[in-house]
C-alpha cells in the first residue's frame, strides 16, 4: 500500500477560471499539464469565439466536442503504410536471397 502512496502524487490543474486538485500517477504528470495546455487553448479560442451569443455551459460542450472529435480520428488513424512498405520490401528480398540458392 505505501508503494501505492508513493507512485501518485497531487497536483493542481488551471482549468480555465477553475483550479483543479487531482491525484495521478507521478510519470502520468506530464501528460495531465499537457492535457490541462489543451482543454485551455480550446476553451479559451471558443469562449473568444461564442462569448456573449452562447452560454458558458455550451461553449464548453463545444470545446468537449472538438476534443473528443481529435480522439477519435486519432484512435481511428492508421499509421502503419510505411511499416507494411517496409516490411514488404524485407521480405521480398529475402525471398530473392532464397530463390538463388
Avoid: C
Avoid at 70 to 86: A, F, M, S, V, W
Wanted: hydrophobic fraction near 35%; charged fraction near 35%.
Amino acid at each position: 500500500m505505501a508503494e501505492q502512496d508513493l507512485s501518485k502524487i497531487n497536483i493542481r490543474l488551471h482549468i480555465y477560471d477553475t483550479e483543479i486538485m487531482v491525484r495521478v500517477l507521478r510519470e502520468d504528470e506530464a501528460l495531465y499539464r499537457k492535457g490541462a495546455e489543451l482543454i485551455n487553448e480550446l476553451l479559451n479560442a471558443y469562449f473568444s469565439n461564442f462569448k456573449g451569443n452562447k452560454s458558458d455551459k455550451e461553449i464548453t460542450y463545444f470545446a468537449m466536442i472538438d476534443l473528443a472529435l481529435r480522439h477519435e480520428r486519432q484512435l481511428t488513424r492508421n499509421d502503419t503504410k510505411p511499416y507494411n512498405d517496409i516490411l514488404s520490401k524485407l521480405t521480398s528480398e529475402i525471398e530473392s536471397v532464397f530463390d538463388k540458392k
